[in-house]
């Protein structure tokens, strides 16, 4: 008999507009001294799009970026390297209005 604990998984409810995902082709980071901000966009003339908005906790994203390079350290192993994009001609800006 095992007296391990039983690992018990949470569900995660998604509306189908989430689970379709969204395209991104480039990302902004920004700090506070209390959060990280990621924007995802899609860059594409003449007017880039924020497709997605990510905050999130210094702590939480040490585990995301952790978990990042492992999956990225995997996923070359079975499929070779990868190589870095490039960075994009001009610098991004958001327009608020």
Do not use: C, W
Not at 40 to 50: I, K, N
């Amino acid at each position: 008999m095992n007296d391990a604990p039983e690992k018990k998984g949470m569900q995660v409810k998604a509306e189908d507009g989430v689970l379709k995902g969204s395209y991104s082709n480039a990302m902004q980071v920004s700090h506070t001294k209390e959060e990280f901000i990621l924007d995802f966009m899609l860059l594409h003339p003449p007017v880039g799009q924020l497709v997605s908005r990510v905050i999130t906790s210094p702590g939480h994203l040490k585990r995301i970026v952790a978990a990042l390079q492992d999956n990225l350290k995997r996923y070359e192993k079975g499929f070779g390297p990868v190589t870095l994009a490039e960075e994009p001609e001009r610098p991004v800006g958001f327009d608020t209005k």
